[in-house]
């Protein structure tokens, strides 16, 4: 594991463990127990955060060697190291397996990613702020995933600005 990873890792787990118990309730009060929509709060944050991966450094179809490390960093704190590592040639299987997984989520940067949705209606139900968490996430993760190449390309950096505009329009 990279030694600068941890300093965003860190409170990136913290935060992804703070709300999956409530968006997987918010999932359960949004489509109801016997809806075929429900995952895991831990796979829906982390196929978005993988997600965000593919939208902001797809802009070439390929992804540094710095940012695969980021990924593969966030992978294993978040799941352990018993998990594969992914490689930069893994790119586009890696856009067919989140299809084939995710076949009804399409984030994109126009949109907010349905883990912030589905917060944001439970925060108003409950009285919580576990959306903020969220958008947290994803604005802290897509930050150190743009500098993560010490190349910070202005496509990239013009996603990453519209993406962090739709997150915090709500």
Same mark, same amino acid.
């Given at each position: 594991?990279?030694?600068?990873?941890?300093?965003?890792?860190?409170?990136?787990?913290?935060?992804?463990?703070?709300?999956?118990?409530?968006?997987?309730?918010?999932?359960?009060?949004?489509?109801?127990?016997?809806?075929?929509?429900?995952?895991?709060?831990?796979?829906?944050?982390?196929?978005?955060?993988?997600?965000?991966?593919?939208?902001?450094?797809?802009?070439?179809?390929?992804?540094?060697?710095?940012? !695969?490390?980021?990924?593969?960093?966030?992978?294993?704190?978040?799941?352990?190291?018993?998990?594969?590592?992914?490689?930069?040639?893994?790119?586009?299987?890696?856009?067919?397996?989140?299809?084939? /997984?995710?076949?009804?989520?399409?984030?994109?940067?126009? #949109?907010?990613?349905?883990? !912030?949705?589905?917060?944001?209606?439970?925060?108003?139900?409950?009285?919580?702020?576990?959306?903020?968490?969220?958008?947290?996430?994803?604005?802290?993760?897509?930050?150190?995933? !743009?500098? /993560?190449?010490?190349?910070? #390309?202005?496509?990239?950096?013009?996603?990453?600005?519209?993406?962090?505009?739709?997150?915090?329009?709500?």
């Amino acid at each position: 594991m990279q030694e600068e990873n941890l300093s965003i890792l860190n409170p990136l787990k913290q935060n992804i463990e703070e709300i999956t118990a409530p968006l997987e309730a918010a999932q359960l009060e949004f489509y109801g127990k016997k809806s075929d929509k429900l995952q895991s709060g831990l796979d829906l944050i982390m196929g978005e955060m993988t997600m965000t991966v593919l939208l902001l450094t797809g802009t070439d179809s390929d992804v540094a060697i710095r940012e !695969v490390a980021l990924l593969n960093d966030m992978r294993h704190v978040v799941y352990g190291f018993d998990i594969p590592e992914l490689n930069s040639s893994d790119y586009l299987e890696l856009c067919r397996e989140f299809l084939r /997984a995710y076949p009804e989520m399409r984030m994109t940067v126009d #949109h907010l990613p349905s883990s !912030v949705r589905l917060l944001i209606a439970y925060d108003q139900a409950h009285g919580t702020q576990y959306a903020d968490k969220a958008r947290t996430l994803f604005i802290q993760f897509g930050e150190a995933l !743009v500098k /993560a190449d010490n190349n910070e #390309h202005p496509i990239e950096a013009m996603i990453l600005a519209n993406f962090k505009d739709i997150l915090n329009a709500t």
